[in-house]
């Protein structure tokens, strides 16, 4: 006879906690299209610097160029761990989300701490890491979360005979 294996059943602190996710995931999300490079008068998102330093061909050759188009993938895997998430996927799309979230926060840590605000003359800015690091915190909540807010439900099927 076949037999199922218990099946996760989502508590209200899972659902919260993919709230929280959620919301931290957007933080992310916006933050790559807040200002990160402030010259003079003009402030840049992270995509419009990327394409500066790819313009000038600062890093032609070099590994950190890998970085580049890595950043550039942010959105899409986030996209993915919601429609993940939405797909029952609830543990792989909290893991993926936490490991960006935290790569994310990182950069956008480092970033926060070296910026001068946008009243400096050239520099980074503060809008963009700031909010990316608020997302980020927020998303490491988030999927911590959504694991303790999981628990074992009982199986539909305890198989045996009839």
Do not use: K
């Amino acid at each position: 006879m076949p037999t199922r294996s218990p099946t996760r059943v989502r508590t209200r602190l899972g659902t919260a906690a993919a709230g929280v996710a959620a919301v931290g995931a957007l933080l992310v999300a916006v933050g790559t299209f807040l200002p990160w490079v402030v010259s003079g008068s003009v402030l840049r998102d992270s995509y419009e610097s990327i394409s500066v330093v790819r313009t000038v061909r600062a890093l032609d050759g070099n590994p950190l160029e890998l970085v580049l188009d890595g950043w550039t993938m942010i959105i899409p895997a986030l996209t993915l761990c919601v429609v993940g998430h939405a797909l029952g996927f609830r543990r792989t799309a909290a893991t993926i989300s936490t490991i960006l979230a935290i790569i994310c926060g990182t950069i956008a840590a480092t970033a926060t701490v070296l910026s001068g605000g946008e009243d400096v003359g050239l520099g980074i800015a503060g809008a963009g890491p700031i909010t990316m690091l608020i997302g980020s915190v927020l998303t490491v909540i988030g999927g911590v979360g959504i694991f303790a807010g999981q628990r074992s439900g009982a199986t539909g099927d305890v198989g045996g005979e009839p």
